[in-house]
């Protein structure tokens, strides 16, 4: 008996093999494309809006694109600036994502509109009014009325 091949068998198992025996094991991930199918074109339920795929047919849009050429928008400038002040005064080099909310919300953004963003179902989307309070651990106090309303 060899030891890559405990049962005994003469047949040696390759890598080739091992591979296809593992390709007949996947899930139903691969568009088989011998059926005509593009699967570009199958709209796929996990999709959440938020890829960037490039290819042919698919272009940065101006706002994507002028920020990676270095060219930023207002709203792009003040973000960066404000989560660059955020880093400095709390000494912090990689803010987590409570703080990247925190700093959002206390530059006046609120959820007035609904969510552009598929999550499949996996959080109930809602909204609050314009001028609703940041809400954030660090801003002053509210009445403790409750700003938010389901969509």
């Known amino acids: 008996m060899s030891q890559n091949n405990p049962s005994g068998d003469h047949e040696s198992e390759t890598g080739l093999e091992a591979d296809r025996r593992a390709g007949e094991r996947r899930t ?16 796929d339920a996990d999709q959440t809006n938020l890829e960037r795929r490039r290819g ?5 849009s101006e706002f994507v694109r002028d920020a990676e050429e270095g060219e930023m928008s207002k709203e792009q400038f003040m973000f960066l ?17 409570s703080d990247v909310l925190e700093v959002v919300r206390k530059l006046g953004y609120r959820k007035t509109m609904a969510s552009e ?10 909204r609050e009014r314009a001028d609703a309070p940041s809400n954030t651990t ?4 509210t009445d403790g009325k409750d700003t938010r309303r389901a969509a």
């Open 28 to 43: 139903g991930d691969v568009t088989d494309r011998r059926l005509g199918l593009d699967r570009r074109a199958i709209r």
């Open 117 to 126: 963003i598929n999550l499949g179902g996996r959080v109930e989307d809602w």
């Open 138 to 141: 660090h801003s002053e106090p």
């Open 56 to 60: 042919p047919g698919r272009r940065l």
């Open 81 to 97: 600036m404000a989560i660059d002040a955020f880093k400095r005064v709390n000494g912090k080099s990689f803010p987590s994502w």
